[in-house]
């Protein structure tokens, strides 16, 4: 594969674990939206979703280096591997980066209002757009 190609690749993985990380919320406000509600879990879900941002920070600061070592790998016989790697660490790191809409999306079930959840689901936009690759690579 040519690295346009990769990187098209590692393009179209990026949109995907967009929709995986926003859909369920929509989907479960309209299949749960009026079910029974325990309003008292609502704060301590949100917070749990807000923490769950910490849990991207070491992920992050493994795609940076593998990040790195794809760029200087760049030309050489090692490039195929580092782009493996690259795209190995980028997608553990956009798994951990859908938690806190995953979390807005189970918060549907015990009456989280709207705002918290669109705030969690803008947290997973944030993190998920740290994972782009940069135009500079390659």
Not at 13 to 32: K, N
Not at 58 to 83: C, H, M, N, Q, V
Request: aromatic share 10%; hydrophobic share 60%.
């Amino acid at each position: 594969m040519t690295r346009g190609q990769v990187k098209r690749r590692l393009a179209l993985a990026w949109w995907q674990y967009l929709a995986v990380g926003l859909v369920p919320l929509p989907v479960m406000a309209w299949a749960f939206g009026g079910a029974v509600q325990m309003g008292v879990l609502a704060m301590p879900l949100f917070i749990a979703g807000a923490a769950t941002m910490f849990l991207s920070l070491p992920r992050f600061g493994a795609y940076k280096r593998a990040l790195i070592a794809t760029d200087k790998a760049l030309g050489s016989p090692d490039e195929p591997a580092a782009w493996i790697t690259l795209a190995q660490v980028r997608r553990m790191a956009m798994l951990f980066a859908c938690f806190p809409a995953w979390v807005a999306a189970l918060s549907v079930l015990v009456g989280l209002e709207a705002v918290p959840q669109i705030l969690l689901a803008l947290s997973t936009m944030v993190l998920l757009y740290l994972y782009r690759i940069p135009r500079q690579l390659g």
